[in-house]
C-alpha cells in the first residue's frame, strides 16, 4: 500500500466503517505508527515479514487509551495501511528499517477536541499495538521458543551473535493504544499469543516464555476458562477416586494385618499417593487370595497328608 492520499479516497474508505455517511468537516484523520522491524526494549522484534502480514489484519481496529476494552475508552479507528521503508537507516541487526504506519479518523466533536488538540501538539504520539503471533523465534538457534528447547536468554550475547526474539507469522491485530512509555523506541508494542491449534501445551509454553505483557482475546480467554474448568472436573473425580481407593487398601491392610488398629491403617494409607495405593492394593490383594490349601512345602512326600491341614 502507498501513502500517497485523496481526501475522497480516505472518505471512502473511512465511510466503510460508518452507518452514515460522513464529510471532510465531520472526520479528523492523522497518521500512525504502529511498529516497526527493529529491536525494541524487551529484545524482540517483528520481522519484515510479519509487518507486510499485520498490515491488512490492523484495518477496522481501533485506537483507545492504555489497553482499555471500555467502549467509552474508544476514540478512533484505522481505515488504512500501509510499510514504509527508510533507505540508508539499517535495524540494530542490519536490516532495513521498516515501520508499519496507519491512517485513522477520529471524530470532530467537543469531547474529542483535547485529544485532537494534543495529537496536532506532538503530545499524544507514542502508541502500542496489540496483536497475536504464531512464532516467537530465537535470534541464536533458530527455534521456536514457545515449544521449548532454547535456553539462550534475551539480550545476552552468544559469542558475536545476540540474542532477541523474533515475532513472525501474525495471526490477528486486535488495536492500538496512546501509551506514556512503549515497548518499541518509536511506537510501542503490547506482545500478545495466539496458537494455530489453541492447545494448552503451547498457550502455557507462550506464558512462560513471555517477559513482558501479554493480550489475550475474548476467545482465548473462553479457551483458557474452559480448560481451567475441565482441570477442576478431572481434580474432583480424582479426589473421589483417591478416597475410596485410599478406603479399600486401608480396609485390606486390616485384614492382611489384624493385630493393627484399623484407624492407624486409614492414617497410614491417607498420606499415600494414588500410585502408591494401587501398589499396595495389588500386592494386598494377591496376598490375600492365596490358596489356604496350598502345599505348605514342596519337599513334603507324596504319602506325607500334612500339607492339606487348615
Known sequence: MNNNYSTKSELEKINCFTKKELSEDEVYI????????????????????????????FIGKTGIFDHSM??????????????????????????????????????????????????EAGIKKEVSVSCSMGESICSVCGKDKRKGGCSHISGKKYGEKLAYTILSSPVDAYEFSFVAVPAQREAGVTKAFITKENDMESILNTIKSCAGEITISKA??????????????????????????????????????????????????????????????????????????APANEKQTKNDYSQFRI
Open 30 to 57: 492523522f497518521t500512525v505508527k504502529l511498529c516497526n522491524n527493529d529491536i525494541d526494549r524487551d529484545f524482540e522484534k517483528f520481522s519484515s515479514e510479519a509487518l507486510r502480514g499485520l498490515c491488512p489484519l
Open 70 to 119: 471500555k467502549s467509552a475508552d474508544q476514540k478512533a479507528r484505522i481505515f488504512d495501511t500501509y510499510l514504509e521503508e527508510e533507505e540508508g537507516r539499517l535495524t540494530a541487526d542490519g536490516e532495513t528499517f521498516c515501520s508499519l504506519k496507519a491512517r485513522a479518523y477520529m471524530l470532530r466533536s467537543d469531547e474529542n477536541r483535547p485529544l485532537i488538540d494534543e495529537i
Open 220 to 293: 482465548q480467554a473462553d479457551e483458557i476458562t474452559s480448560y481451567i474448568e475441565e482441570l477442576r472436573e478431572g481434580a474432583k473425580l480424582g479426589e473421589k477416586y483417591k478416597k475410596e481407593l485410599s478406603g479399600e487398601v486401608a480396609g485390606l491392610l486390616s485384614l492382611a494385618l489384624p493385630q493393627i488398629d484399623g484407624e492407624l491403617c486409614k492414617s497410614v494409607v491417607s498420606v499415600m499417593t494414588v500410585k502408591e495405593l494401587l501398589g499396595f492394593k495389588n500386592g494386598l490383594k494377591t496376598e490375600a487370595v492365596k490358596p489356604q490349601l
